[in-house]
Antibody
């Protein structure tokens, strides 16, 4: 059974960085295309970036260019998302979402979410 | 970026009702359209992929149709456990944009 298990909640001050982890079990990270999606309180889903298998590269949403870095450690099957220069508007639940390829490009596996609170 | 417009933004229906949600893309996305269900405090769950394919294990009362720019999501007979917010998502072009969501409530 495939599972994505994320790291715990974080509280950060404005201007700081946060790094969220997403551990894969039941699959290997190389078998997934990993993406990150966030959801501000009471708001909808926002795609931040992810692996594009056609290009073999990680692509970031323009909104987060220069502030976000998504990395993978295949030795531990763990993906990471680091967001820098945090501001209050970055307060949100951050999800890792994987595409196994069995459902087209859909995100068929999701982590449980990590709440990141940015507050002075 | 491709804009995804969902309607309605909220919907109240009775158990057993047929429920329909629409999603319109700002440009042709072929059938690269997925539907997710999100219950309060939980991660989204894939229901329909590539516009009309039912994800494994999802009840057959859920269905999807459409191609190009206009898509429809249907629950044939609403059940109490279907109370959730539903999102469409396109993946024809980056960024993978979501609709704004449809909150479904029981009347």
């Amino acid at each position: 059974q495939v599972q994505l298990v994320q790291s715990g909640a974080e509280v950060k001050k404005p201007g700081a960085s946060v790094k969220v982890s997403c551990k894969v079990s039941g699959y290997t990270l190389t078998e997934l295309s990993m993406h990150w999606v966030r959801q501000a309180p009471g708001k909808g889903l926002e795609w931040m970036g992810g692996f594009d298998p056609e290009d073999g590269e990680t692509i970031y949403a323009q909104k987060f260019q220069g502030r976000v870095t998504m990395t993978e450690d295949t030795s531990t099957d763990t993906a990471y998302m680091e967001l820098s220069s945090l501001r209050s508007e970055d307060t949100a639940v951050y999800y890792c979402a994987g595409s196994t390829g069995t459902t087209g490009g859909a995100f068929d596996i999701w982590g449980q979410g990590t709440m990141v609170t940015v507050s002075s | 970026d491709i804009q995804m417009t969902q309607s309605p933004s909220s919907l109240s229906a009775s158990v057993g009702d047929r429920v329909t949600i629409t999603c319109q893309a700002s440009q042709d996305i072929s059938n690269y359209l997925n539907w997710y269900q999100q219950k309060p405090g939980k991660a989204p769950k894939l229901l329909i992929y590539d516009a009309s394919n039912l994800e494994t294990g999802v009840p057959s009362r859920f269905s999807g149709s459409g191609s190009g720019t206009d898509f429809t999501f249907t629950i044939s007979s609403l059940q109490p456990e279907d109370i959730a917010t539903y999102y469409c998502q396109q993946y024809d072009n980056l960024p993978h944009t979501f609709g704004q969501g449809t909150k479904l409530e029981i009347k």
